[in-house]
């Protein structure tokens, strides 16, 4: 199993350019009571730890980190899990680099 | 949004599209390309080394104006466990020639120039627009698309799809599925900044000679996957990639797989005192010549990565976009100058085309690659890396064991943890795969 490394992806993220389309999340979970295992899978797969748990034990999305790789939509999109859109055009993640 | 009606629309403007829209605009068709970023290769992410050979056969000056950064004169590979390597080092003076055959390049500068060399032939670019969606007629004949802009719906004759490895249109028209999580691996990537003198000496490089690293071993923790270090003039990209589906077996996170990457005692020290500027992420479509869809219907065409059309083993992408972009292109025009419609039947064209090419031939050779180390990656990712570096070791190390017994220790080290079926199976494979 994983041994926990001190990351901090927040750290990682911050260094990125973002722009964020306020209130038009362009991923969705799908309501549930008890998460899947491909949407489980998520809260350690996502490169952006984008995906977490609730007090409630249910996945919670918050997208603001997102870097559009697509993982989750290929685990999540298939299973119902999600759903998975594009940000609006110039929205997102914008990589000066690459 | 735009009125006109359009001989063809390019979706994407990443390696593909922008061959794409090039060709199809330097034949004097009407071209539309839609970008979904900012500007093209705000969204894009790669190593990254760029072909020469399949960049010359659209832009033959190109080294006179792309933002390249180093001719590759070196290439190494390291196979590591958790505190060595064991290399292959290749470098020769050769490849310091007039018309270097590799570069490193960093892409979203590179798009920006390829975009601007689009823009310049003659094709309308236009960025910030996301396409939602492909417009079908009742046929099922794609004639124009659906974009996130007021009253954003244009048409053409053909569409080319070059949407990239995520791309949404084509699977939601149920053209072509979406890619299965063992057909896409999930790399990460940091750019460490260093000044230019530091990364020369650590790398041995002088001027704008370039050296790219790429690493497989206990890095990827007993998954299908790879690192890569390669040097540009002003930093190091640096990352590494496993296959989505043993992410979600593993339970690793791939921010912990890339820390851990850059800890290793054989990468700290060439990466130590930089500063990252970037973090990404990216699928790269590794399922090969078995995972490639149609990749052409009534009014469209698809390429590059949206394809599959990536070759894994040698990890060679963008020249493969390019060249399938170009191929798609000259293809449509030729159904053009014909006057003929752009029905599937006449698309086949671009799939005749292709064959012919080093595309599909590359990627039939390897066809059966993709499974084999997917289903042995334990062996090849983990127990192979761990033993050639105990056998590395004790053959270096002088401690007064006959060398007779040195070698017995060896053997025997590998056959415990492999058997001689295994062994001589894993050998067999392999060669038969790569034949
Ligand atoms: C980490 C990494 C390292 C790599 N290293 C190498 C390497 O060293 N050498 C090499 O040759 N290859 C490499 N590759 C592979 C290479 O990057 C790809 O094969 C290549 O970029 C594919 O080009 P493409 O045009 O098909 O897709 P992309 O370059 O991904 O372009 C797709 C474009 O379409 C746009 N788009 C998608 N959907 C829409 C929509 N609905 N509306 C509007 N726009 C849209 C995207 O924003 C994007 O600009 C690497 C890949 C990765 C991830
Ligand atoms: S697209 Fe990638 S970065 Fe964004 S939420 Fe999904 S897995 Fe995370």
Redesign the pocket.
Known sequence: MTTELSVRVEDKLFQNRYLVDAGRAHIKVRPHDVPTPALRSLLTACPARCYELNDKGQVEISADGCVECGTCRIIGEPTGDIEWN?PR?GYGVLFKFG | MIEERFDAIV????????AAALTLAQRGLKVLQ????EY??S?????????SEMLEKLIPDFRDDAPLERHLVEQRFWMMDDHSHVGLHYRSDDFNEERPNRYTII?AQF?KWFSKKVQEAGALVVCE????ELVQDAYGKVIGVR?DRPGGQVHADVVVL????????GARAHLRKIPQPDNVAL?V?EMHFLPRETIEARFNLKGDEGTVIEAVGTISRGMTGMG?I?ANKECVSL?I?CLVSDFQKSGESPYQLIERFKRHPSVAPLIEGSEVKEYSA????EGGYKAIPQLFGDGWVV????AQL?NAVH???????MTS?RIAAEAIFQVKSRRDPMTKENLSLYKTMLDQSFVMKDLKKYKDMPTLLHTQSQNFFLTYPQLVSKAMQNFVRVDGTPKVEKEKRTLKSFVSARSWTGLFGDAFRFARAWR
Do not use: C, W
């Open positions: 594009y055009g | 979706i994407g403007a990443g390696m593909a599209g922008n839609l970008e979904r970023g093209s290769g969204k894009n992410v790669q190593g990254a080394i760029l072909y892409r798009d627009t996301t396409v939602t974009t070059a949407e990239g490895v995520t791309g949404l249109l790399a990537k890569f390669y990352g990639g990216h699928l790269i479509p390429v590059g990565d949206a990536n990890r060679e992408g963008s020249n493969l976009a972009g």
